[in-house]
């Protein structure tokens, strides 16, 4: 990969002590819990996330939350289940008969499957019925969070134009 003078002095740029802002690549180490405090995922012990801000990439709950912080805060942030993976949605559930997943090796409860635009989880096999949920395995739960925010950088031109982070932490094309 070739970059241009300006794209090479902002990956190379030190840290900012600005806040979070709009078009910010923003790097984040954190733990994600439900409300019985079970860890749900965690970026412990492996690499950190990093995220365009402003830009839709992580939750949105969490990323009105971060906006305006710096490098080096740590944080608590509750994110009510509306503004994480929604409200659960009775009428994203539905039964199909087990003939419409022919061809689906090893069907079984808890397996993901990806619809015409919409993954959907298998929550129960009964006979020819099988239980699809299009809800998010996480909605209709609130989110718990512990974060600190490890960098805070300019983006590059390359990196909003696609709308997300390139390089460490985030896509790779």
Known sequence: MVFCAAQLAQLFAPERTMAIAHNDVVTIHYTLKDDSDKV?????????????????????????????????????????????????????????????????????????????????????IAGDLVTLDGNHPLAGQNLNFDVEITAVRAATEEELTHGHVHGAGGHHH
């Open 40 to 124: 749900i995922d965690s970026s412990a012990g492996g690499e950190p996330l990093a995220y365009l801000h402003g830009h839709g990439n992580i939750i949105p709950g969490l990323e009105r939350e971060l906006a305006g912080k710096n490098v080096g805060d740590r944080l608590k942030v509750r994110v009510p289940a509306a503004e994480g993976y929604g409200e659960y949605d009775r009428a994203l559930v539905q039964k199909v008969p087990r003939r419409a997943l022919k061809g689906i090796a090893n069907l079984r409860v808890g397996l993901r499957l990806q619809a015409a635009h919409q993954a959907v989880t298998v929550t129960r």
